[in-house]
């Protein structure tokens, strides 16, 4: 680790845009006699992914430097490749988003990862053999190529290949690699004052939480909806859109969709799994009422339902 005197400008400003972020300080570190790399990151990403007491040394996944380019960056690490991977296809407009965020920030568009397809097709087992890069000057050529298949995107992320190398060699690991570039170096480095290069760095970092979010475990809302469903399905009661129950509702026709177990208090707001915390939704009432209800099902009598609106239902 480099002597944190010689930290670059640019890197501070970054480290305590992500710091602030986090709301706990960033980690960061650099390779060994290579001014021009430097990686941030949560320090608490080795412990979520492998444990309490495990060292966060090497760990590369997060903010990148190198070459005047800021990337969002993963190698060496197949954990948070994973947890990348599977959070994506849950969400894989943040892709999208992350690189619009910074769009005025660099000249040139560039994704590349290891993909699956790749990886079947080649013969050789060379890194370039097995990642896919989509890339262009022009921002409207890159869009479309995410918004093409985003799903289909990700899914081609992260082959299960085995090691070719040591760590270092850029083989090693090499189907865990992702890049997304967010910015030129130099619009933080160089910023005229102080105040231009803090908010850009804010503005990079906001970029890259689209995908730093990916790298936490989360729960599927599909598997805590399964859960809810189950819960209200073991009491007794017809499975019908029970929006008109709800006070101080307006009128609005279901639009024949499945009837959904929908959270009461979201399950984001420490809303629980269990049936009084739960309504039978049609999905179009359920996606209009989300987080705009209060209150419970009762304990001692599963058919009375006790739910107020709280906020302006969302547009239909």
Request: proline residues 5%; charged residues 25%; positive net charge.
């Amino acid at each position: 680790m480099k002597n944190v005197d010689e930290i670059p400008r640019g890197v501070s400003f970054l480290q305590d845009a992500l710091a602030e972020r986090l709301g706990r300080p960033a980690a960061i570190r650099a390779p060994k006699n290579d001014p021009s790399q430097w990686y941030l990151f949560d320090p608490c990403f080795s412990a979520i992914q492998r444990g309490m007491g495990s060292s966060s040394r090497d760990y590369r996944s997060g903010i990148h430097i190198m070459d005047g380019k800021i990337r969002f960056y993963n190698v060496h690490s197949r954990a948070s490749a994973k947890l990348l991977r599977a959070n994506l296809l849950q969400r894989p407009e943040a892709l999208l988003n992350a690189a619009e965020k910074t769009l005025h920030l660099r000249r040139h568009h560039l994704l590349y990862f290891a993909s699956r397809s790749k990886s079947r097709k080649a013969a050789g087992k060379r890194w370039e053999d097995t990642v896919r890069f989509i890339e262009s000057p022009i921002w409207k050529e890159f869009k479309v190529e995410l918004e093409r298949n985003p799903r289909g995107l990700v899914l081609d992320m992260f082959p299960e290949l085995p090691s070719a190398g040591k760590i270092g060699t850029g083989e090693a690991v090499r189907g865990s690699d992702f890049c997304l570039l967010l910015a030129d170096y130099h619009r933080i480095e160089y910023a005229r004052s102080d105040e231009s290069a803090a908010a850009r760095a804010s503005q990079v970092v906001d970029a890259a939480w689209h995908l730093f979010a990916c790298l936490y475990p989360w729960d599927s809302p599909k598997r805590r909806d399964a859960s809810l469903r189950r819960a209200m399905l073991s009491k007794p009661g017809l499975l019908e859109c029970e929006y008109s129950k709800i006070e101080n509702i307006f009128h609005c026709e279901c639009d024949g969709s499945e009837v959904q177990a929908a959270h009461i208090v979201p399950h984001a707001q420490g809303g629980s799994d269990r049936y009084w915390n739960g309504m039978w939704l049609c999905a179009k009432h359920h996606r209009m009422t989300e987080g705009r209800v209060a209150g419970s099902r009762s304990r001692s009598n599963p058919g009375d339902l006790q739910v107020r609106l709280i906020a302006p239902l969302n547009d239909l």
